[in-house]
């Protein structure tokens, strides 16, 4: 597996890695797949000051993630929120291990100290999400700091979120 930075060009293949979380997930609180020139757009205002990186099988993008604002004031320039996407049959193949790790990298590199992840909760059984992104989070660090009930509807459900942290730099 090659992981590198994304580009504009990429769209098109990431959105289709995204496509399924929006239609069939409460992973992301997105209703609708973003057209590709909007999410072209996302990924090229995220690359002017954030790492956004694809992992890749054969030249082939199968997983990407990235750090955006976790806020647009000032005093929040050290801190950043993640994301990732993992292909479907890529998942659990340690692609995302890998793509995080180097992403926890490239934002320590860029002056980050401070990351955070948005991650659905299940409070029940439910076929659109699954406690495994919290699994992942907390493997690779992170912990609870916040919950937050009921605060996404999609699919006709509310849904909790919770906030994960993971500390990674220093704060002289």
């Known amino acids: ?23 069939e997930t409460a992973v992301t609180f ?9 999410f ?3 990924i090229a205002g995220l690359l ?4 956004y990186l694809v992992a890749e099988e054969d030249g082939v993008p199968v997983a990407y993630a990235y750090a955006g604002p976790l806020s647009r004031r000032a005093a929040y320039q050290w801190s950043a929120e ?11 193949k340690g692609c995302g291990r890998g793509l995080y790790e180097s992403l926890e990298e490239a934002c320590r590199r860029g002056g980050i100290r ?24 907390e493997s690779m660090g992170f912990r609870t700091i916040g919950h937050f009930t009921k605060c996404g509807l ?10 994960m942290e993971k500390l990674i730099g220093m704060h002289d």
């Not at 997105?30 to 909007?38: K, N, R, T």
């Not at 999609?154 to 906030?163: L, S």
């Open 114 to 137: 401070n990351l955070y992840a948005c991650v659905t909760f299940p409070t029940a059984d439910d076929e659109h999400i699954s406690p495994d992104s919290i699994r992942f989070h």
């Open 30 to 38: 997105d209703y609708e797949a973003p057209s590709p020139e909007e």
């Open 154 to 163: 999609k699919f006709g459900r509310w849904y909790d979120v919770i906030w």
């Open 82 to 92: 993640t994301s990732i996407y993992v292909r479907h049959d890529f998942r659990r």
């Open 1 to 23: 597996m090659k992981i590198r930075s994304a580009s504009p060009d990429d769209a098109a293949a990431l959105l289709e890695i995204y496509r399924p979380y929006v239609e």
């Open 40 to 42: 072209r757009a996302r």
């Open 48 to 51: 002017e000051k954030y790492p």
